[in-house]
């Protein structure tokens, strides 16, 4: 098979995998458009039933304002909806806790707030979140198949970069047609609401059928699914094409040409570019690589010369070993051996299949530990899957700090405690919540005098445990101080002060 061929089938084949990923993806996203379709009407009828007489339903009538009882209900009916996208995706774009049970929201502005509400979960989570993570997995599959048919055709395996989720979340925000995929879908979202109320006041103030809506809905709904098949297939193509360049980059790849799907559907910019050759470093998506437009179905092949194609390596002229990709190897064994065994790789796909667990996760720690937990979801994954020391630490500390808070002692006395934990924890020493208690309990007698103070503690705690208790946990006792440590995690869990040690406690000679 010659050079061009060869590779004509070989990414043909690789972007026809990725048209075929989306349009599954958006035959899915098409029906949760419908449901949502279908949730729009349900909370309008409901709104009819309750508030017209005979399916009339006047402007007045829909401005009046909710009573207490009709407040409740509907916080009560968003709630649904947070927890739907909390467990869903772990997090939630509309704000509830700041609405109050004495706010003037009107019946009419309470129905918006429901269609809002279903939109946001169609958008954020279906949409969004769903979307993102298909990209992600896009991206993965076709770099590490642009890796696979360019060492096969050489003949020798070469050490290649693992993809991280964060590089990949950051081309999929990268706005190469002067928006972000985000930007894109939200835009549509707040089009489709804005039609949507638009209607649906018309609607109240001529006093018509709220049946009459049923057509004008299917109709926007019908736009939004096309827009939205339009803009994963222009997404589409812009991380196929990435993920090629990377992979070509990885792979010592220096030039690329352009590959158009030349039918009667080619658009004139295809044509012309069709059989270009560029430098991979010069690659500038929409004027010398791929989109060049919407539904853009040209890609790219990598450029060898013939001289080049004549020799098959068969030996890693980076580490001098021999890794051998025999013409028979199918993709799935090569990826077993290369990628999927590889310790980062492992732990981007557990942030992957992780996602949205990991994101109620981290929202929990943020309500918990405040300024203390990992700031962005990017710096939470990191250390979740990439440091387990300090990731074991961190879980400790939400541990120990959501215990404190549980407690019922007074606000004062919790933030004594909470204070004393972390002044411990910047030398480095951890305390459980009773390990805390203790100090602040014990370190100054009923008579005011003190015991022992934190430097006390620390000098105590650098040294070796000279005692075991019968449970097993350690003991540093020195000038009447005792202080028990957690044979596993090294918590400082209780500070007592006696004259002798226990007769319990063994020597740890």
Request: glycine residues 4%.
């Amino acid at each position: 098979m010659k050079n061009s061929e060869y590779w004509k089938q070989r990414q043909e084949a690789k972007f026809l995998k990725s048209e075929k990923d989306i349009i599954e993806f958006h035959n899915g996203l098409v029906k949760s458009f419908r449901r949502a379709k279908k949730s729009i009407h349900s909370v309008i009828n409901n709104f009819y039933i309750r508030y017209a007489d005979n399916n009339e339903l006047t402007y007045d009538v829909a401005m009046e304002e909710l009573n207490f009882d009709e407040l409740k209900e509907l916080k009560d009916e968003l709630g649904k909806f947070k927890a739907l996208a909390l467990d869903s995706i772990g997090e939630f774009n509309l704000e509830l806790e700041n609405m109050s049970m004495r706010a003037r929201i009107t019946r009419y502005q309470a129905l918006e707030m429901q269609i809002d509400a279903i939109l946001n979960n169609l958008y954020d989570i279906d949409y969004e979140a769903y979307g993102t993570d298909k990209f992600i997995e896009i991206y993965k599959d076709q770099y590490y198949r642009t890796i696979f048919n360019i060492e096969q055709y050489k003949g020798f395996h070469s050490e290649f970069a693992q993809i991280s989720n964060r590089a990949v979340e950051e081309l999929i925000n990268y706005p190469f047609s002067g928006a972000s995929y985000s930007d894109r879908l939200w835009r549509q979202k707040d089009d489709l609401i804005f039609k949507l109320k638009d209607s649906l006041m018309d609607t109240i103030i001529k006093g018509t059928n709220p049946k009459e809506l049923s057509e004008g809905f299917a109709h926007h709904f019908g736009n939004k699914e096309h827009e939205a098949y339009r803009l994963l297939q222009m997404e589409n193509a812009f991380i196929v094409e990435q993920a090629t360049l990377k992979g070509y980059s990885e792979d010592g790849i220096e030039k690329y040409e352009i590959l158009a799907t030349l039918d009667l559907k080619t658009s004139d910019i295809c044509r012309r570019q069709d059989g270009k050759i560029y430098d991979v470093k010069k690659a500038l998506t929409g004027v010398n690589s791929p989109p060049f437009h919407w539904f853009c179905r040209t890609t790219t092949i990598p450029h060898i010369q013939d001289d080049e194609a004549g020799k098959r390596i068969a030996r890693n002229p980076i580490t001098g070993k021999n890794y051998t990709v025999p013409a028979e190897m199918k993709y799935e064994q090569w990826y077993n051996k290369y990628v999927a065994n590889d310790p980062k790789a492992l732990a981007e796909e557990k942030k992957i299949k992780n996602r949205y667990s990991d994101k109620k996760q981290h929202t929990l720690y943020k309500e918990v530990l405040g300024k203390e937990s990992p700031k962005s979801f990017v710096d939470f994954q990191e250390l979740k899957y990439n440091d387990s020391k300090s990731w074991n630490i961190k879980q400790r500390e939400y541990s120990t700090i959501d215990s404190i808070n549980n407690k019922e002692w007074s606000d004062t006395y919790k933030e004594k405690i909470k204070s004393t934990y972390y002044n411990f924890r910047k030398e480095n020493i951890e305390l459980s919540w009773h390990g805390a208690q203790r100090f602040v309990d014990r370190n100054v007698s009923k008579n005011g005098v003190v015991r022992f103070t934190k430097e006390d503690i620390i000098n105590i705690f650098d040294k070796r445990p000279n005692y075991i208790q019968p449970d097993g946990r350690l003991v540093n006792y020195e000038n009447n101080i005792a202080i028990i440590r957690n044979s596993e995690t090294n918590e400082i869990v209780s500070i007592v002060c006696r004259n002798n040690p226990k007769e319990e406690w063994r020597k740890n000679d």
